[in-house]
């Protein structure tokens, strides 16, 4: 890598970086965990529930997340399902895009090491010369 594709990488970085800061500003309220919709058999052996699938009970939702490292999962309504479910799409989709800036910064981080050593070599070079 020479000087002028370091301030090209970095360049490309910022622009990269600032889209995505662009996309996450726009992300709205986030929330952890996963909504699930399921279906269940009940308790008495004669329904036909357990007979047939598509005669299963439900929908009920539930809304799941890890809480001092154990999974909890709470029964909700359907409101509050496409509520949760929209919140916690927008997590995932921040959690992404950070993974994103994270990528950029490293890539960006290794351009501007290498301009600042250029920096240091020229600058020791000039003392140098003197």
Same mark, same amino acid.
């Given at each position: ?16 970086? =600032?889209?995505? /800061? ?10 952890? &965990?996963?909504? $699930? #919709?399921r ?30 490292? =154990?999974?909890? /999962? ?6 509050q399902?496409?509520?949760? &479910?929209?919140? $916690? #799409?927008?997590?995932?989709?921040m ?36």
């Amino acid at each position: 890598m020479d000087s002028e594709a370091a301030r090209r990488i970095l360049c490309e970085c910022e622009a990269k970086h =600032k889209a995505l /800061a662009e996309k996450m500003a726009d992300i709205g309220f986030i929330h952890q &965990g996963s909504v $699930v #919709k399921r279906y269940m058999q009940c308790g008495r052996s004669s329904c036909a529930c357990h007979k047939d699938p598509a005669s299963r009970h439900g929908p009920y939702y539930y809304w799941s997340t890890k809480v001092g490292g =154990k999974s909890v /999962a709470k029964m909700i309504t359907s409101q509050q399902a496409e509520l949760l &479910g929209r919140w $916690v #799409k927008n997590r995932n989709e921040m959690d992404a895009i950070v993974t994103q800036m994270k990528e950029i910064s490293r890539v960006a981080f290794d351009a501007a090491l290498f301009l600042i050593d250029e920096e240091k070599d020229d600058s020791s070079s000039k003392k140098s010369q003197e």
